[in-house]
């Protein structure tokens, strides 16, 4: 598989979609579904069925794992990982801060699971910022390349915190941010997982803490923040494939662990 060729694809397919939600920004969205803490648009159905196409056109061979569903052989070799709005809340209220992530997945030897992210990007069409990334080389933001921050105390750090859609994020994740808080020196809630990830991939956060996110919101960012000489440091969780994650600098990561053990002994 050339990675390179299939990342400009990728790139291509990204653009087309964030043409869409630019036009659709103040626009009134249809509903498709939605909960006390989510939103699902027919735009999210209509920019993956955008993407699905352009994509399954190049490469007939690769499969399409998407937050609006799958698309192709879901045995074969490669497979492509998108979430085709992420931060669609935000986006749903005209708020632009929204963003397309596409991840390209290979499968580990002989066959076996799980997959590796070779290659991803996430563009946010509204500041017009493409992250991009290839397993090996360096993380790029508009062509230039970029690295984390080398910010190694907590009391310097800024902190990204998610809050997943299920209420049991909500009751996890309050105690973290309250301790937290009061030991970094912001924190930030922003609504769009895979641009917290290439946020701190940029060095702009210095880690990014969710847990109960799902495999479309992080596959791309996981990669930029690795090839940018981070870590992203994640457990599965029983819950329908979703995971725990402490994205960050590859500095501070024990000490946020830390925090997490003490609020959860407070919670006890």
Known sequence: MNEKRALACAVSAAREVGTLMRRNLRETKTINEQTQFDIKLQLDVRCQELITKKLLKAFPEISLFGEEGVSGKQDSQWRWVVD??????????????ACVSIALQRKGSAGA????????????????????AIRGQAAKLNGKPIRVSKRSELAQAIVAIGFAKKRASLIENLPVFNNLVRQVRKM?????????????????????????????????????????GGEFYWEPLKEDGALRMIANNGLIRKKIERVIKTSKRKKL
């Not at 085709?84 to 801060?97: A, E, L, M, R, S």
């Not at 946010?124 to 991009?132: N, Q, S």
């Open 84 to 97: 085709p709005i992420d931060g669609t809340v935000n986006f749903t209220y005209g708020i632009p801060h």
């Open 113 to 132: 699971s799980p997959y590796q992210t070779t290659a991803g990007l996430v563009y946010d069409p509204f500041t017009e910022e493409m992250w991009t």
């Open 188 to 228: 930030r809630i922003m609504g769009a997982a895979a641009l917290s990830l290439a946020y701190v991939a940029s060095g702009r956060f210095d880690a990014y803490v969710e847990s109960g996110i799902k495999l479309w919101d992080v596959a791309a960012g996981a990669l930029l923040i690795e090839c940018a």
